[in-house]
């Protein structure tokens, strides 16, 4: 887990790197539905090839909605969809901001808000056809979060992993590039210049406890009984995992460890940063005293001010060497995750109590628990044997069976003539909002074939 950057080599690496209004009656499919079902996406630029002829540049625009976490997780829904179906580009836009965000601050903030596949246009120089437009706002229908299938106990095969591992590859792809096209890249930078990332052992934590938040976060039981014990026991929890690397990990100890910490919870930064004896740093950013930033401030500069340190402190936690949860939340298993682990790091879950914690070395590991060498369990009152899974709610898959939608989608695409736009499913999808069958569940059904 060697991740040294100078700053040649990060200048390197920035170069190449409600409710719904109507609801739509699932049913759980038969079990025998899933078997051998072709997965949700088929591979790459392979059985659609046939979608760009005579067609100049098909597209699809994705409109996000909500905070950073569950945008980045449906832009990756969006992206996946895009490569799937053979279109050219991905247009994304940001509504927000009122009359300063003129519509879309999408490119108010990365370089621009159109991102292109490998695929080439093909054009029929006997033929005036127009590009065809694919429209998605928040939900990609077809693709849900990983929890669903868990806690539904969806039967998993074979071919649905290889769908899985498809996806989580085109993950990575697309956060590379939002990584590489952030404005905030000289930013960035200079604050791990100035904190020296590159000779010390990065420690990424996310603090998400709600900071007041109602709603939908204590609805999905993200909060704790007591903020400040939790807080207390994480402390605590953090220098033990601390003293045992020393012990099982020397390698990664030849470096002193650096703690970045992005938080939604302003109150815990006075006692966290100056009385904890933990080398502890943060990004200067006006935080809101109570509830979450994108509602917070909605108008003016402000609101891109507070888009832009967002996007700070989630790519800043991207180059971590170790990425801890101290709760389960869209904002780490985003594009954090997914590019720490492709740098060689870990990714750590805290239990409800703060008091264990359970460190997983790669991907695939993470999503099927399925290697003991690559799993590692801390805890402080005698509970160093809990294994903790946060249960990936947040890192989004293909579904099992493959959607309607995207069945319309190929039709529209390979027919001539007719609408050049086609509405991509419903803002908010109602497939697995049904009662789950396992609601504690964290683990796949794996089904062997």
């Known amino acids: 887990m060697n991740f040294s950057i100078s700053l040649i080599g990060f200048v390197v690496a920035w170069v190449v790197f409600f409710r719904p209004t109507s609801f739509t009656k699932y049913e759980v499919p038969d079990t025998k539905v899933y078997q051998n079902n072709k997965p949700y996406y088929p591979e790459f630029n392979s059985s659609l090839n046939n979608i760009t002829t005579s067609i100049a540049a098909n597209k699809l625009v994705h409109t996000s909605m909500f905070g950073l976490g569950h945008r980045t997780a449906k832009i990756s829904c969006a992206w996946h969809l895009t490569k799937s179906l053979n279109l050219t580009q991905m247009h994304l836009i940001w509504p927000d901001c009122g009359s300063e965000g003129k519509g879309n601050i999408f490119p108010m903030l990365f370089d621009s808000n159109v991102i292109h596949t490998s695929i080439q246009p093909q054009s029929n120089s006997s033929s005036d056809t127009v590009s065809k437009t694919i429209s998605v706002e928040n939900?990609?229908?077809?693709?849900?979060?990983?929890?669903?299938?868990?806690?539904?106990q969806v039967p998993i095969y074979r071919n649905n992993t290889k769908s899985f591992a498809n996806k989580i590859s085109s993950d990575l792809e697309l956060y590379q590039i939002l990584r590489s096209t952030f404005k905030g890249k000289k930013d960035i930078i200079n604050f791990m210049n100035e904190h020296n990332f590159s000779n010390h052992f990065v420690i990424g934590l996310h603090i998400r406890l709600g900071n007041g938040e109602g709603r939908n976060f204590?609805?999905?039981?993200?909060?704790?009984?007591?903020?400040?014990?939790?807080?207390?026991?994480?402390?605590?929890?953090?220098?033990?995992?601390?003293?045992?690397?020393?012990?099982?990990h020397p390698d990664r100890q030849r470096r002193k460890p650096l703690i970045f910490l992005a938080t939604d919870s302003p109150k815990f930064l006075p006692y966290l940063v100056n009385d904890t004896g933990l080398p502890i740093v943060v990004l200067p950013q006006k935080r809101v005293e109570s509830g979450v930033t994108f509602s917070a401030f909605r108008e003016g500069q402000q609101c891109i001010k507070g888009w832009y340190d967002q996007l700070l402190?989630?790519?800043?936690?991207?180059?971590?060497?170790?990425?801890?949860?101290?709760?389960?939340?869209s904002f780490t298993q985003g594009l954090p995750i997914s590019l720490v682990f492709d740098q060689g790091g870990s990714f750590c879950e805290v239990s409800n109590s703060a008091e264990a914690m359970t460190c997983i070395d790669d991907m695939s590991t993470w999503m099927y628990r399925n290697d003991d060498s690559k799993t590692h369990h801390y805890g402080i009152h005698n509970k160093t044997e809990e294994h903790v899974n946060h249960g990936g709610y947040h890192v989004h898959l293909p579904d099992v069976v493959i959607s309607n939608e995207y069945k319309k989608a190929e039709q529209f695409l390979t027919v001539q003539g007719g609408q050049n736009n086609m509405k991509y499913?419903?803002?908010?999808?109602?497939?697995y909002r049904w009662a789950p069958k396992c609601k504690d569940c964290t683990n796949f059904n794996i089904i062997s074939e």
Do not use: P
């Open 218 to 248: 204590a609805a999905q039981g993200r909060g704790v009984d007591n903020e400040w014990s939790f807080i207390y026991n994480l402390v605590d929890l953090i220098h033990h995992f601390l003293e045992e690397m020393q012990v099982t």
């Open 313 to 329: 402190d989630n790519i800043l936690l991207s180059f971590s060497d170790v990425l801890i949860a101290a709760r389960h939340s």
């Open 425 to 431: 499913g419903t803002r908010f999808s109602q497939k």
């Open 139 to 152: 939900d990609a229908d077809g693709c849900y979060g990983a929890n669903n299938y868990k806690i539904h």
